[in-house]
C-alpha cells in the first residue's frame, strides 16, 4: 500500500472511530428500574481541616470529587460526578456523603462508612431528583490503586459494586 492509500485508510479508521464514540457518547441509556452496581473510578480530595485529640487521633473533615467512567453494564453509574464531604476519627470510623449528578441534572446521594485506615468500606444510595426518584441501593467500595499525591490530599482509583432500586 503507498503512502498516500495508508494515509487515506487511517484517516477514514479514524472517522469511523470518531462517529462509534461521538453515538455512543450523544446517546443515552434508559436507567433500568432495577441493576447491579459495578464501577470504576477516580477519587481525588484534600484535607479541609484536621484537629488533633490525643496522640495520633484527630478528628477530620475532608472533600473530595469522583469522576465515573462510562460503564454499560451499569447505566446508574455511568459518566456521573460526585461531590464529596466526610468526617470521623483518624484512628475510629469515618462517614461520608456524595451527591451524584449526571448530565440531566439530576442527582442522588451516597452515604458511606470505613474504619480509619482501610482501603474498604460500605455504601447506601438514597435522595434522588428526577429519574432517581426514591432509589434505594447498597454497595461495597474499595480503593484498588493509589495514584501520587501531595501530602494532606489523596488520588486514587476504586470500584464499587452492588444493586440499586427505583419504584
Keep these: 500500500m503507498s503512502n498516500s492509500a ?24 434508559t436507567l433500568p428500574k432495577q441493576g447491579t452496581i459495578e464501577a470504576t473510578y477516580t477519587a481525588s480530595g484534600a484535607d479541609v481541616r484536621n484537629v488533633t485529640v490525643s496522640g495520633d487521633d484527630a478528628v477530620f473533615l475532608f472533600e ?8 454499560s453494564k451499569t447505566p446508574l453509574m455511568q459518566n456521573v460526578t460526585a461531590r464529596c464531604v466526610e468526617a470521623g476519627f483518624s484512628a475510629g470510623s469515618a462517614t461520608g456523603y456524595c451527591v451524584y449528578s449526571d448530565k ?14 482501610s482501603t474498604t468500606g460500605k455504601g447506601t444510595l438514597s435522595s434522588g431528583t428526577g429519574k432517581y426518584k ?6 461495597d467500595w474499595q480503593q484498588v490503586v493509589a495514584l501520587p499525591s501531595d501530602k494532606g490530599t489523596y488520588n486514587y482509583i476504586g470500584k464499587k459494586t452492588g444493586s440499586y432500586r427505583i419504584p
Excluded at 441534572?105 to 485506615?117: I, N, P, R, S
Design 6 to 29: 495508508s494515509g487515506r485508510f487511517l484517516i477514514h479508521a479514524l472517522v469511523g472511530v470518531i462517529a462509534a464514540c461521538g453515538a455512543s457518547i450523544g446517546h443515552s441509556q
Design 64 to 71: 473530595s470529587t469522583l469522576l465515573m467512567t462510562n460503564n
Design 104 to 117: 440531566d441534572g439530576d442527582k442522588f446521594v451516597e452515604a458511606y462508612t470505613y474504619q480509619g485506615g
Design 134 to 139: 426514591g432509589i434505594q441501593g447498597q454497595f
